[in-house]
DNA sequence: GTCTATAGTGGGATAGAC
DNA sequence: GTCTATCCCACTATAGAC
């Protein structure tokens, strides 16, 4: 029995609001009023609303640095790794689905620390893909493409699954997994 | 020689700070300072802040829209299509780069008539788009997967295209049309 | 066509009663 | 832990002088 606090209540609800608007066209009173609540109730649960935005991206973003040291520290080859990633990067937007959103778009937003933090680690993961995408390369598992076009179609696509996964999506997980990999390192013809 | 209204520097500049912070993030003041003039003199020139959104996400729905109709009326297979269809998004995307952010984010802040009429304009768009998939995959060109799986990873990397082309990009329009075919259509191995 | 001044609204956040 | 009341500030937009 997992019990939820009025903190992460908030956080939720927040997370939804800012999904559907973005960070900056929601109020303080347009996330009480969701909770039934007025704005200054909130305060006695977290700081300030930035604060609910830091929460949201940087707990996903460790998750996602964690995931790719997981990765690293396996011993399989380069093509088993980009497959690793996409499969946990399904994994973790399924389960964080409502950070997701404030994750591409409203970190801009975050105070400078939690900013720095963020980008810090968002790049770190970009570099560390990459350099698996070069390895692949140039052990002829992938084709002698930019590295870099490579890494950002895989990366654009599955940055955006919570967006087509609420829409139409609802496949199974091991069907969207399954599928998923093989568009994305065979192509569709 | 092309002269450039005052309106169309607005609208310039305006998209420029959305695509850093989203529409709501910023103010008419910013806007204003960024042409060195105070916030009420832009409103000698455009009618409201939504404005500048509507101009902007309009005239590239509208763009979409004429190429989906001569990609249809073209008679060439569905593979075919599909490589027109990925050539003209990144024409698109070159040419209005500013504008793809608020496309992709900011459509929500529309008024409701503006926001209809480019809802309406994007759905069609996917509708035609998937309609091509699926009759690329009865025809055996493309391969048994779920079309709104390949649609969306197609759509997701393209819609998303103006955010690398900036930051690592820069490559010849034509190496990158072949390239970014060359992954979306055939995979990376 | 740009300015100053300002109206009118709504934002984040705090104080203090209950 | 929630409320009312309120502070102070920033926002969009307008009026009217120059």
């Not at 960070?23 to 303080?28: E, K, L």
């Not at 006695?44 to 949201?56: D, F, P, R, T």
């Not at 994994?91 to 409502?98: F, G, M, Q, V």
């Not at 002698?144 to 609420?166: A, C, D, M, V």
Request: charge should be positive; proline fraction near 1%.
């Amino acid at each position: 029995m997992k019990t939820i606090t009025r903190k992460e209540e908030i956080i939720e609800v927040a997370a939804l609001l800012f999904k559907e608007k973005g960070y900056s066209a929601v109020s303080m009173r347009d996330i009480a009023a969701k909770l039934n609540m007025k704005a200054a109730s909130l305060y006695n649960h977290i700081h300030s609303k930035e604060e609910i935005l830091a929460v949201l991206i940087l707990e996903v973003a460790e998750a996602f640095t964690q995931g790719m040291e997981t990765v690293q520290n396996s011993e399989i080859s380069s093509l088993d790794k980009v497959v690793l990633l996409i499969e946990q990067h399904i994994e973790i937007t399924l389960k964080h689905a409502r950070a997701m959103a404030a994750l591409n778009n409203d970190w801009v937003h975050l105070r400078v620390d939690n900013r720095n933090e963020f980008v810090l680690k968002r790049d770190a993961y970009e570099m560390n893909f990459r350099k698996i995408i070069q390895k692949g390369i140039s052990k002829n598992e992938f084709k002698p493409l930019h590295p870099e076009l490579i890494l950002f179609s895989i990366l654009s696509t599955l940055r955006n699954l919570h967006l087509w996964h609420e829409k139409r999506g609802k496949l199974e997980v091991n069907v969207l997994k399954k599928e998923m990999t093989a568009v994305l390192i065979n192509g569709i013809v």
